[in-house]
């Protein structure tokens, strides 16, 4: 059986382009004990996946040149021979970016698509809403009355913060790159204040005007100035959770910044990095929070649907444009 899929065609210093990334067809080998095939229907494109672009050595390996990327997929089983699933069943796991893929069942899990449209598994009920979920809860600590910013306030993991802070009873305030990212998250989402990066020429003062309390909680999805301008804000005793950098992922030269340790040191500030994948443990209690909050209509989502196959490279380069609001998807 051919399939397509699409490979790492190149690596690139700076903003990838398309011209690193090539389609290609793949004969697919025969299915073997305890293997299924399964078709993409929603794939994920994530910030990190820039990062597995270069050769570099991180928490993850790199994606390899010629090899397929990888992501995470909800598939449907179109031929099984597992007696755990069947033809027909939803599931989701880290698959290669190809239509059509064999995959072994222990890296599949099936999902619920009664609880919520399938392709929640990818954000809100999936790895952006459990990095929201843990870093907030575990190193954010959030409590009833607090002031917490949020970067990249608009995206798959800032939006989920902002509510679950909210349903902490903290004050929210949002940064985010455009105005009608800061209109959705006032009215739609509840965010006390939000600020655009784009058209505020200090954003320092931005925040000490909309942070007359200081900044308990900075949840840090972006890195750089923005974030420079948020912890000169910081208050004694403060978490900040360095959840991500993209403003630094196409950068070439790392750009100097102010010196931040004595004001950490003398505010007696936690500033905490953490990797999702270090709570796969505590997963189960993550999914039962977000669940639950679904369910009861406390934590809602919204989706950027990009269509077609053949879109998967420009929906994640228009991750570093900003061309989402909430999870960006790829339907095939
Ligand atoms: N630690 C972990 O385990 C973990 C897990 C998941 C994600 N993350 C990190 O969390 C962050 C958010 O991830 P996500 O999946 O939720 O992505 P996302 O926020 O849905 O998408 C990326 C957003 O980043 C903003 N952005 C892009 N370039 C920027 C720049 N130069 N300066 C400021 N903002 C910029 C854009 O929004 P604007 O229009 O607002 O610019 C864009 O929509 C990323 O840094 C990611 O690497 C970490």
Redesign the pocket.
């Known amino acids: 059986m051919t399939t397509q899929q699409i490979v790492l065609a190149s690596r690139r210093k700076g903003a990838p382009t398309l011209g690193n990334f090539r389609f290609e067809n793949v004969e697919l080998d025969e299915m073997e004990e305890n293997e299924i095939t399964v078709e993409g229907l929603f794939y994920s494109v ?3 996946m ?2 597995r672009m270069n050769d570099a050595k991180s928490y993850i390996a790199p994606f390899q040149i010629g090899e397929p990327i990888e992501g995470a997929v909800v598939a449907k089983v179109t031929a099984s021979k597992s007696g755990n699933f069947k033809t027909g069943n939803i599931v989701v796991g880290k698959l290669n970016w190809r239509q059509l893929t064999i995959a072994n069942e222990k890296d599949l899990r099936k999902i619920d698509t009664s609880i919520a449209p399938a392709s929640y598994y990818l954000g809100i009920l999936g ?2 809403g459990l ?2 979920y843990f ?1 907030l809860i575990d190193i954010g600590k959030p409590k009833a009355g607090e002031t917490l910013v949020v ?9 989920v913060v902002g509510q679950i802070a909210k349903i902490y009873g903290c004050r929210v305030i949002g ?4 105005d009608k ?1 800061v209109k959705i998250l006032k009215e739609d989402f509840g965010f006390d204040e939000v600020i655009n ?2 058209t505020t020429k200090n954003i320092k003062e931005a925040i000490a005007q909309c942070c007359p309390k200081g900044v308990d909680i900075y949840f840090d ?4 100035e ?1 974030s420079d301008s948020v912890i000169a804000n910081i208050n004694f005793k403060a978490r900040i959770v ?9 950068t070439t030269e790392v750009p100097l910044g102010p010196r931040l340790q004595p004001m950490l040191l003398t505010r007696s500030v936690l500033m905490q ?6 709570y796969e443990s505590r997963f189960p209690e993550g999914m039962q929070h977000l669940q639950q909050w679904v369910k009861e209509g406390k934590l809602k989502t919204i989706e950027t649907v990009m269509h077609g196959f053949d879109k998967l490279p420009l929906a994640l380069l ?11 998807i790829l339907e095939a």
């Open positions: 994530d910030p990190y820039r990062g790895m952006t990095t929201a870093g970067s990249g306030a608009a995206g798959a993991v800032g939006m940064i985010a790159g455009s990212k990066y784009k999805n972006v890195g750089g923005i360095l959840c991500g950098q993209i403003s630094l992922y196409n990095g953490f990797i999702i994948g270090n228009g991750l570093f444009k900003g061309e989402n609001t909430g999870k960006m």
